[in-house]
């Protein structure tokens, strides 16, 4: 989690990384970044568009502890799967994982984002800065979900996805906000699985909407044998 800012700093800072975005925005080029980590008490971030009335998440987002409401699955394809998911933010939101067992409620997560408080994350619109690859403040929290294409494995694939998954992790030290950001992670995740990916320069939203699109909204994925 991140470590509390002063007001102050934190609103003038956002300020600033908005103000970035608008401009990326306005010349077409846009970005696909996510700052979740904001101070708990900017009114800015306790704001979830499209779910006004939503209770403030949890405190914690340790994976071992959190325990996720589901969806409920009338169809569920196998035992195994990738939930490749978008979230509000307090700037154009987040792009992650979830992925795990569907007869189990523990999930984990992986996602890149800046390491640190709202100044790596305003510089990283700059230059690379030091990032983190797992749970990030809001990641496990329904009410701030904007969109999710989960796909189902079979249990000899997921082993060999999960693992890919958790060397992206170990492997990606640094966060960009034009080249190396959320959606080009997750989307190097769908590229191992064989899905058709979309430019990774696009809101976390339409990123995961857009995959979903490309691929058919096919529920099972099978790797290919060289995998």
Not at 153 to 179: C, G, M, R
Not at 185 to 195: D, E
Request: hydrophobic share 35%; aromatic share 10%.
């Amino acid at each position: 989690m991140a470590r509390a800012i002063r007001r102050a700093p934190s609103r003038l800072l956002f300020v600033v990384g908005t103000s970035l975005f608008a401009a990326y925005v306005g010349l077409g080029t846009g970005s696909s970044s996510a700052q979740q980590e904001v101070a708990r008490n900017d009114p800015q971030h306790q704001r979830a568009p499209r779910k006004p009335d939503a209770a403030a998440p949890s405190d914690s987002t340790s994976t071992a502890d959190a325990k996720p409401t589901r969806r409920s699955q009338t169809a569920v394809s196998g035992p195994y799967y990738v939930d490749f998911r978008a979230r509000t933010a307090a700037s154009y939101g987040h792009a992650f994982v979830w992925f795990g067992k569907t007869s189990e409620r523990q999930v984990e997560v992986a996602g890149l984002h800046p390491k640190g408080d709202m100044l790596p994350y305003v510089i990283g619109h700059l230059t690379w800065v030091p990032a983190e690859t797992g749970a990030s403040y809001g990641d496990l929290d329904e009410q701030y979900l904007t969109a999710s294409y989960r796909v189902y494995l079979s249990e000899a694939d997921a082993k060999k996805v999960f693992s890919y998954i958790k060397h992206l992790q170990a492997t990606s030290p640094v966060w960009n906000a034009e080249t190396t950001n959320c959606t080009s992670f997750i989307g190097r995740i769908a590229s191992f699985m064989g899905l058709e990916t979309p430019f990774h320069i696009m809101l976390p939203e339409d990123y995961v909407n857009q995959l979903k699109a490309l691929n058919g909204g096919r529920r099972m994925v099978r790797l290919a044998s060289y995998r």
